[in-house]
């Protein structure tokens, strides 16, 4: 097992190195990926896959006619200031798209199946993408993660419904719902590697 997470962490951070150095060159955007139809296929559905366990484990927070604000506040309830109060952070784009989707498919009354079919992949992969290029500034796996909502661990830990919770992921921990993709990563990290720009190429597509 810790071999197996050794090379996940050394092709990941390969890909973000590659990833960020052709988002940085001239030819961005002029390059489509190769990957097989197929592959790409398969990704999205597996983002689709990690959106619904996603929006089900954000779900026992949402309250009928509940607002977004009220929504989030429930969610990130974790940042208290020294009086108690809680105080939201501002999140990254990709951090507040995965919650207001959610908030979307919850006030909307949608069900798992239903998320499923109407979903395309492309907020949770460029949620994903953004947790790969914290990595490559330097953060954990974990503070990776974290730093889509609010960048607190710890914070993120210690709301009183959150703890009631038990599920296989903790709910901000993206890449514990998205196992299948990471797996595929790590199988396939020198294809990777070796046919496309980036993969934020490749959620673009979907």
């Known amino acids: 097992m810790k071999t197996k997470q050794f090379i996940l962490g050394a092709l990941c951070c390969l ?3 590659t990833s960020y150095a052709q988002r940085s060159s001239s030819t961005v955007g002029t390059t489509s990926p190769t990957l097989p139809p197929q592959d790409i296929a398969y990704l999205q559905s597996q983002f689709i896959n990690g959106m619904v366990d996603f929006v089900e484990a954000v779900r026992p927070f949402y309250q009928p006619r509940d607002t977004y604000a009220q929504f989030k506040s429930k969610v990130l309830a974790g940042y208290t200031s020294s009086g108690g109060k809680t ?3 501002i999140l990254p784009k990709e951090g507040e798209g995965m919650l207001f989707k959610a908030y979307t498919y919850l006030s909307s009354g949608k069900s798992a199946a ?3 079919k109407e979903d395309d992949g492309k907020t949770i992969g460029m949620a994903y993408v953004f ?3 914290e990595q490559q ?3 954990s796996q ?3 993660q974290a730093a889509l909502f609010g ?3 710890a914070a993120l830990d210690t709301s009183a419904l959150g703890k009631q919770m038990r599920k296989r992921c903790k ?6 719902h998205l196992l299948s993709v990471v797996d595929w990563i790590n199988d396939n990290g020198e294809q990777i590697l070796g046919a496309l720009s980036t993969l934020t190429a490749i959620v673009n597509m979907f």
Do not use: H, M, V
């Open 114 to 116: 239903a998320i499923a």
């Open 87 to 89: 105080t939201i952070p």
């Open 131 to 133: 947790t790969l290029e």
């Open 151 to 153: 960048g607190n661990a």
């Open 142 to 144: 974990l503070d990776a």
């Open 171 to 176: 709910w901000w921990q993206l890449w514990c």
């Open 137 to 139: 500034k330097g953060r």
């Open 15 to 17: 890909f973000i190195s």
